[in-house]
């Protein structure tokens, strides 16, 4: 009789059609979304992070702040670190953070749940950038209406300046003394749409902008030659260049939503009932150039802010092992 040899296990086994990996992580035990929130939630914190005092002086520019908005970024941040000291550089960032984590874990997840989608049910839009640009707007609105009052509440406290050497404000709205007070009192006074006002001009922003972004981001990273693909100087020039091109085209209906956000701490009312209305009024008594007031912060903002992001994510997705699943 001939001898009966016992298979032996490799690191893959096929049981009942099944591939199963011996070698499998605890990583590689989480479910896909999960792995995408994670990353997702990692790139928006540390990219936010990072440019938090620049995002704190675009605020105060943008919402005509008294005694900063004729002011540059240096002398803003100079004034600043004097009445404040270095935490007022980071006045607002916990709420923003707060705000970041779910808003660009849900951002960059929802990305790769639309894309997939679309390569499944819109055969015919292939497989190339349009799919990224539907994708990309998509998952912006989606973040958007999630996580929006946190971004309200972020914007109310980086309004606010507390000369901290004397009982100075720079503005006549009452002081906030944290997130849950401002969350707590925006509530009080019209309820849960009050929490939502300005997300008329945030969504008619977003979805642009987060579909040129990934457009943008993706196409590049297409044209870079194989060798170079890994490196990290070329993935932050191409998320450089996203957010420029992105936030150029963008960024007066976020200087709509600023206003909107913080006029009743200006005026005790609400001045702009919609968005075109914010517009045509902001023109006519602040000139077209406060369209744009801010933009050259943003510049020095967002192409470090969306370069962070997108490389932090893509290192993200290999050490989670993404990269591999999306290339099959």
Not at 63 to 69: A, L, V
Not at 96 to 123: G, K, Q, T
Not at 201 to 220: D, Q, R, S
């Amino acid at each position: 009789m001939g001898s009966t040899e016992t298979p032996t296990l490799s690191s893959s086994t096929n049981v009942a059609g099944l591939i199963v990996n011996d070698d499998s992580t605890f990583v590689d035990s989480l479910p896909i979304y999960v792995r995408e929130l994670i990353a997702g939630g990692a790139a928006g914190a540390f990219a936010k992070t990072a440019v938090a005092p620049l995002e704190r002086i675009k605020i105060l520019f943008q919402t005509r702040t008294d005694g900063f908005h004729s002011l540059g970024v240096f002398r803003s941040m100079k004034k600043v670190l004097n009445q404040e000291g270095v935490q007022g550089l980071y006045r607002g960032n916990g709420a923003s953070v707060l705000r970041i984590v779910p808003y660009a874990a849900l951002h960059y997840m929802a990305y790769e749940r639309y894309r997939f989608w679309l390569y499944d049910n819109c055969p015919s839009m292939g497989t190339g950038p349009i799919v990224d640009l539907v994708a990309g707007s998509a998952a912006g609105g989606t973040a958007v209406l999630c996580t929006y009052p946190l971004d309200l509440v972020r914007t109310k406290l980086a309004y606010q300046v507390v000369d901290k050497r004397s009982t100075f404000r720079s503005n006549s709205s009452p002081s906030y003394s944290g997130i849950q007070d401002v969350f707590r009192r925006v509530y009080n006074q019209g309820g849960v749409r009050s929490l939502y006002r300005g997300v008329g001009p945030t969504l008619v922003g977003i979805l642009p902008y987060a579909g040129l972004k990934f457009y943008i981001y993706e196409e590049l990273k297409r044209r870079v030659p194989e060798e170079h693909k890994k490196s990290i100087v070329l993935r932050l020039s191409c998320g450089a260049l996203a957010g420029l091109f992105g936030q150029t085209f963008t960024y007066p209906l976020d200087v709509v939503r600023r206003q909107m956000q913080v006029e009743n701490l200006q005026h005790g009312e609400a001045k702009y009932r919609n968005t075109m209305e914010g517009f045509r009024r902001i023109v006519q008594n602040q000139g077209w150039r406060q369209l744009f007031a801010g933009l050259s912060i943003n510049y020095i903002k967002v192409v470090p802010s969306v370069a962070i992001g997108f490389t932090t994510y893509d290192v993200m997705k290999s050490w989670l092992n993404l990269s591999a699943r999306q290339k099959r």
